[in-house]
């Protein structure tokens, strides 16, 4: 897999040039105010710096930022020209052979979702639900939302989308791999996939593009999924009446345009969702991924300010859309006596299909 | 020979001796890879008393006695070599006492593992002992017989360090208390301040007497427990990360790890740190003393903490039964290891071996290192799994074992409960006066050669 | 070696790495295999048993009677497979042990008591030679009715029928599942042997026969759900008639109480006692039905229900199963399985020792009659005492 050069040797993902980043380092140089860095949530800087900074990425150079940045993605949200500044820091950081998490963790990472030919597959005629590597979004895609879809499930690394590893630096092994995936699911004749996960999402269209890689099927995002379900299946819905908040997660920046989708999702499912500080474009990383880049300190703080900040609204429940964020967090919510749950279990309970009260 | 079924039946009575040809193939051979051997009789007695009796029996018609726990060691320690009388020591398996506030118990000779920590569980959830990772029905008296390790070693050494009195039924037939029970009734010592017969005992692998009651101390057992797993993918660094994490003197347990399948462990090295606290404010504070043992490590890139969540459950397990998985994944029920004792220091040399040995003989391995006693040294533990239906693969084993032997000596290490040959290579290499005083001592407490004969022999 | 000797599952035997874990529930408490801890020789143990019939199975040793004997000991309670820590393989057990014992019966070595067996059920439906019109007795004065195309019919099975402690629990369950309305019949005498202890020692022919002539009668009379009232009956309908063409919905009667407790039909009083409940190894470990019995108990107000140390899959068997509540191999142990486990109920305090097995009711009563020195405990089935709080 992979392309070769004039004399036949196989070009690395890395400088393969039908993979390179469409980005515009004429835009960074006409940015009036690059939002990219100045917004940051991990990096204090002045307006003159950041100028600087960002054309010292795009010309290739070091710069503070290949040290300090903590891959919360923000970045992708805040650049108004869509213009990828953290694809493009990742780029910059392979080809520095930096590492952002430590060399072993990073490895493990690689190794751990390597295709090892133990896909599941259910019965996939052109929709597919995607479970990526992931396995509770596949049993979470049962019940009522999901009938006659809930056999249609892919799960394993075949069918992973390799975002993940850009928390490592590593775009080269996304390149590798994501045509790869994309090759298997037009093996299987998938026309429609509805993507489980906002990574899976973000990956097919804002990645995808980003590399100028084609995309055999048309994605899907399982809240615009959920909601027209809702709508279809209005007659069981009772509206919860709760009180909740959302834990955002970092993938979502990649596909910004589908954050107004939960609100949307809660109004249906009459949950009321409560302003906090850490929403929206401010929202806070869970901490998973942020304690094997930047260390328990930061991951902690990160954790803490969350938390509290979900505590003091007095909500019941703080609803996940992540099942990498439930599982860093959950537990750390639930003492702080905030019921954790997803998204789709949220929508599962407004139509009797689980308990309420019950997590 | 008929006698001596007779005079066993008298003295256990007729259920428990068995000279059936199902008892004598099974209790001929343990788990590991090598040659069965038939005893003439199986005998469970209840009482030291009965021991006593079957031990003067034997020492009266010159046949050998071999006592066994759970057979788990995997050496053969408990194949009958010579024939004779295998003790099963199970059935004694009650505990006696707990003492709660000197923090010890006692227990008979064939009580396991598993029955004391629930015992602890049920009634004296403060106070733990040190497990060990071998399945729950190994029995402590072995254990500690054969200077194994457990949970606690790190912090307290070898479980025969933490052994507090014994009972011994010699190969002459006395009953002999060792250590303070030889003068009261508290089991607090196993030998200071009296001079330490314990050393006769332990390690002696069955050869110097039948020990029918064990004094362990027990531990303070805290509320939490909690992992963290660091990686590196540079052996030549787990030396030095092991010498910052003892000097926090803060650690339960720390192992060292490493295996090629599942992918997600290839190539990395992982130690795994345990510790304990009664309160958050304990476990998040030796939490960051960790952390920042290793910070220089992470600056580095050169090791970090993984995420441990998904492993926890396995990981905090006490006994882990998934180290008994092991031995399925070739789908033939059997592993075998050498864990010989060496200094910290030797991590990088032994990894290098095992990976060796295993690309050597073509066999699926996995290497895992306890620290000993805050780093003191460590035992490492080279691991191959086999197929008991494929002899040939068995016998690879055998050989790669023999080699990882030989290398141990070479280094100066200690092979930890050798197998009757490899007990041979170390009579050959020892100072010749240590082995003139092991035989001499063998010779005093067993004139007759009748306890597990052909193990600490020379020819 | 006088033929071949092989089994379905053989590819499993060798597997078993005697690591011990099999003996014992998963807290460590005692030894949990009944055959382990009334013989004592490892032998008898789960691990046992399987190296030896590897050495079997390839002539290292011969059949004999303490094979024999070795195999029959085992009372099927399924703790082995609960415990056992190799996940590939642990739930073929048992059914390593069923095979050896077929070719023990193909080749007629196999103790009398379990010749005996067979012959009564061959000759008699029943294995205690009484007469089939005597099958009904039990039902007299409950209002249950012959089965005539009711909702569900309701199975008694052989010792329910037959023996005093089965048909006092018998008429108990009958009498309330009849007294709450549900469609319920019985065979009464016309009701066969289910065969579920017959295919646990081995007769795989004869289970094979009995089943299929009772599918075709139970098809011919338009039977579609039963209840069964024991749960080694329950596990053979349910479990091992469907791939011989016999395809019900079966429950078990805890199930049913539950759910008649639940929508108000039974409607529990009061019952000032503390209670204790004893899970069947083929209702709780073979099926995982745990709640039920426990939520009809905890429905009764006034009542409570205290667990033994040993309960749920840690529950130490009774030590009638595996054909031993008629061929009493493990009679011949030290200790009794069903002794030890009265010592168990005793300890917590109990008066009452709920049970929902006839095989458990009558093993445990006599168990508790040489244990009398240690208090007053009534056993009695889950039915009994919901009928003492009406």
Known sequence: MGHRDEAGSLISAQEDPMLALRHDPDTCKECPSPRCLLDCQYMDMKEEDAREEILRLTRGEDSRVLEECMTCYGCEEYCPYGNHPFFLICEMREKKGMYVAPRPITNQWINMTQMQGKALVGTVKDVALSSCLLPSLGTMASGEIFAGLSSSIVFGAEFMCPAVHTHFAKMSVVKERLPIVLGNFQKLGVRELICLHDECYGTFTSLARAYGMEVPFEPVYYMDFLLRRLEELQEKLRPLEVEVVYQRPCSNRWIPQKHAVVKRLFDILGARLLERTYQDENSLCCGGILRLIGGYRLSDDVQRRNIEDMARTGAEYCVFDCPACQETLGPKVAKAGLKPIHMIDLCKMALGEIPKGEV | ?459 | MEYVRSIEHKDVVHRCFRCGYCKFPSDYLDFNCPSYKVFGWDTYSPAGRLWLIRAWLSGEIETSDRFAEILYSCSACGSCEENCPFPRFSNSLLKVFEEVKTELVNHGRIPPTVRDYFKAISTSGNPYKLPREDRAKWAEGTGLERYSGQEFLLYAGCVASFDEVGQRMAGSVGKLLSAAGISVGILAEAEPCDGSEVKALGEAELFRQLAQENIEDFKRRGIKRIIAMDPHAYDAFKNHYPELGGSFQVFHYTEILARLVKEGRIRPRRLDARVTYHDPCYLGRHNKIYEAPRRTLRAIEGLELVEMRRHRENSFCCGGGGGNFFTDILGKGEQRPGNIRIREAFATGASILAVACPICAKMLKDASKDEEGLGKLEILDVAETVARAL
């Open chain 2, 1 to 459: 020979m008929g006698d001596i079924l007779d005079s066993l039946r008298e003295i256990v009575g007729e259920r428990w001796v068995s000279n059936r040809p199902e008892e004598l193939w099974y209790y001929s051979r343990d788990p590991g890879v090598l040659e069965p051997h038939r005893p003439d009789y199986v005998v469970a007695p209840q009482t030291p008393e009965q021991i006593q009796r079957i031990v003067q029996l034997a020492a009266r018609e010159r046949v050998p006695v071999v006592p066994m726990g759970n057979a788990m060691a995997l050496t053969g320690l408990v194949i009958p070599l010579r024939g004779g009388v295998v003790v099963d020591m199970k059935r004694m398996n009650r505990i006696l006492e707990v003492n709660e506030r000197a923090r010890y118990a006692v227990v008979e000779g064939g009580t396991s593992q598993g029955v004391l920590k629930a015992h602890l569980q049920e009634h004296y959830p403060h106070l733990r002992h040190s497990l060990p990772d071998a399945p729950a029905g190994t029995t402590i008296a072995a254990n500690v017989a054969l200077h194994g390790q457990g949970r606690l070693t790190q912090q307290y050494g070898f479980n025969s360090e933490m052994v507090c009195g014994l009972e011994v039924v010699l190969p002459t037939g006395e009953i002999c208390r060792v250590g303070s029970p030889s003068l009261g009734p508290h089991w607090f010592s196993r030998g200071p301040a009296l001079p330490d017969l314990s050393g006769l005992f332990l390690g002696w692998l069955g050869t110097t007497g039948i020990i029918t009651k064990v004094g362990l101390r027990l531990y303070p057992n805290k509320r939490f427990r909690e992992v963290e797993i660091f990686v590196t993918d540079i052996p030549e660094l787990v030396p030095e990360v092991i010498y910052r994490l003892t000097h926090l003197e803060m650690l339960e347990d720390i192992t060292v790890w490493f295996q090629p399948k599942p992918l997600m462990f290839k190539d990395n090295y992982h130690v795994t740190i345990y510790f304990t606290g009664d309160s958050e404010e304990e476990i998040e504070f030796k939490r960051k003393m960790v952390w920042d043992a290793l910070q220089e490590f992470m600056d580095s890139k050169d090791g970090g903490f993984m995420g441990v969540d998904p492993l926890k459950p396995r990981m905090l397990e006490m006994p882990q039964r998934s180290v008994a998985e092991f031995a399925d994944v070739p789908r033939g029920g059997g592993f075998e290891y050498s864990g010989p004792i060496t200094l910290v220091e030797h991590f990088p040399i032994y990894a290098q071996k095992l990976v060796e040995l295993a690309g050597k003989y073509d066999l699926l391995y996995a290497g895992t290192a306890r620290v000993i006693s805050g780093g003191h040294a460590m035992m490492f533990a080279i691991s191959f799994a086999f197929n008991r239906a494929d002899r040939a693969m068995m016998e690879r084993v055998k050989s790669a074992m023999d080699e990882a032997t030989e290398f141990a000596l070479q280094m100066g290490s200690i092979p930890w409960k050798p197998n009757f040959m490899e007990q041979r290579m170390i009579l050959q290499k020892i100072d010749p006066v240590t082995r003139e005083l092991i035989q001499r001592v063998r010779k005093l407490l067993d004139p007759n050669g009748i306890m597990n004969p052909g193990n600490w022999e020379v020819d």
